[in-house]
């Protein structure tokens, strides 16, 4: 099953999220390579500037998911406000469909 994991930044954490990048790309590289991660990227405000993130996981369970959101070293070093995760049902331009 897949599941959406949609992250909201704190106000005024752009540097926070700059910083803590280089370990965020190397997890979600991890969950890549395992086959766990479907798609990813960041929300941007009317500035061009990241504001959160959208990641797809594959997970057998929402817990699982869940786990996954807490073990990104965004949300390790505090970066969300708030991470509503979500069933997914990915219908168009699936490539695995």
Known sequence: ?????????YPGALQ???????DHVAYLNDLNAKGILK???PFLGEDGKPTGSLVIVKAETIGEARAFAEA???????LFS????KAFNWVFNNPEA
């Not at 926070?16 to 280089?22: A, E, G, I």
């Not at 990104?72 to 505090?78: E, N, Q, T, V």
């Not at 708030?82 to 995760?85: D, L, S, T």
């Open 1 to 9: 099953m897949l599941f959406a994991l949609h992250c909201t930044d």
């Open 16 to 22: 926070l999220r700059l910083d803590t990048r280089p």
């Open 39 to 41: 798609m990813a990227g």
């Open 72 to 78: 990104d070293p965004y949300a390790k070093a505090g």
């Open 82 to 85: 708030k991470v509503e995760i």
